[in-house]
């Protein structure tokens, strides 16, 4: 059975950094793709980042672009997302997430059989 938890979140100023965390199981990320995807009260998803399964490839959001970084540990079977030079229109709650359809794609319009909890992420003076 697919299990995803995320952590990491909290509260943050502008221009500060927080790492998030998403531990798997029920499958590999050598086997699956992941990526993160972002909600923001009153808004539709958006796809934040992805890393393929081989090769471990990334794609990210025009958006957080040279800010966010998505990495894998293989032996922890864990996914995280660093991010750096938080904006408050980072706010939003963050879930890590099984990639469905063309992994370049995904960050453009995010789908996924199973997703975790979410982590709220808040960017605030």
């Known amino acids: 059975q697919v299990h995803l938890v995320e952590s990491g979140g909290g509260l943050v100023q502008p221009g500060g950094s927080l790492r998030l965390s998403c531990a798997a199981s029920g499958f590999t990320l050598d086997s699956s793709a992941i990526g993160w995807f972002r909600q923001a009260p009153g808004k539709e998803r958006e796809g934040v980042s992805c890393i393929s399964s081989s090769y471990g490839i990334t794609y990210y959001a025009d958006s957080v672009k040279g800010r966010f970084t998505i990495s894998r540990d293989v032996g922890k079977n864990t996914v995280y997302l660093q991010m750096n030079n938080l904006k408050p229109e980072d706010t939003a709650v963050y879930y890590c997430?099984?990639?469905?359809?063309?992994?370049?794609?995904?960050?453009?319009?995010?789908?996924?059989?199973?997703w975790g909890q979410g982590t709220q992420v808040t960017v605030s003076s």
């Open positions: 997430a099984t990639v469905v359809g063309v992994l370049r794609l995904w960050v453009t319009a995010p789908k996924s059989d199973y």
